[in-house]
């Protein structure tokens, strides 16, 4: 057992948290991690679920632990403003905020006793969600897999941690192993938000044929893009990029952005 500011923070064992990937870290997830003594998030998606949805995880959560867990936005998703209200009308113990600025979301988090965390992949961004006053940071790097930045995460964790002293610092991107939990600590990170290890795991919410390409691939066979999300009009930032499996698609599409436009 590793004790951290982040394992005496949020009062868990191991200071590891899966990313809340979009509507696939579910109860079944989220539940199995808080359980085994990290802390589990359950993930909402661009496409937005209905309320019911969510109030339906939250109670699955709690029948699988009674230990802490948490729910994570797609904050550049419009109008989720009820989905977060479900999260704080149930208490859950902390509330995540990805890809936009978390401000309106804060002061009813933090009056119902809800952390505050906030993602982010620009020094920037970190030294605003420091000032508007979250909880808890998660610097991500571009070696993450999924929507991510453009700072390698060796870069961008002890540059927010310099930067924000005074709150825990998870570090995301590429973390997939002990090793890399060694790592993040040595950076000065608090722990760790991991997300794309956990798509191999059998709670992970989604098709079979993802988690075994996943297994199977080498680190070669990734691209960070914006392809998909141009084309299916995603809501997430232009400087936000995708880190994918490199396919047909992106050999297409990569780069030929404005062809993909017309």
């Known amino acids: 057992m590793i004790r951290t500011r982040l394992t005496d923070f949020l009062q868990i064992q191991h200071p590891i948290l899966n990313a809340p990937m979009a509507t696939s870290a579910t109860a079944e997830l989220a539940g199995a991690v808080s359980g085994s003594g990290g ?32 729910v994570g936005f797609i904050t550049s998703v ?13 208490k859950v113990d902390l509330i995540g905020h990805s890809f936009s600025d978390p401000s309106p979301f804060i002061a009813d988090a933090q009056n119902a006793g809800i952390k505050v965390l906030a993602q982010v992949q620009t020094l920037g961004q970190a030294i605003n969600a420091r000032e508007i006053g979250v909880d808890l940071i998660v610097a991500q790097g571009t070696d993450g897999g999924g929507h991510t930045g453009h700072i390698g995460t060796i870069s961008i964790v002890p540059a927010v941690v310099d930067a924000c002293p005074e709150i825990p610092v998870l570090a995301a991107g590429g973390i997939v192993d002990g090793r890399g939990v060694a790592a993040a600590l040595a950076l000065g990170a608090s722990g760790v938000w991991v997300g794309s290890r956990f798509v191999a795991s059998n709670e992970w919410f989604g098709p079979e044929w993802a988690k075994q390409a996943l297994t199977e691939m080498t680190t070669d066979e990734t691209i960070v893009t914006k392809s998909y999300d141009l084309a299916t009009d995603a809501p997430f930032p232009y400087e936000v990029g995708h880190r994918v499996i490199q396919n047909k698609f992106t050999k297409r599409w990569h780069q030929n952005y404005e062809e993909l436009l017309e």
């Open 78 to 90: 419009d109008d989720i403003d009820e989905l977060v209200s479900v999260a704080v009308r149930n």
């Open 39 to 70: 802390f589990g998030m359950l993930g909402m998606g661009n496409t937005v679920p209905d309320p019911e949805w969510l109030e339906f995880q939250i109670k699955r959560v709690r029948e699988i632990t009674d230990k802490p867990f948490g």
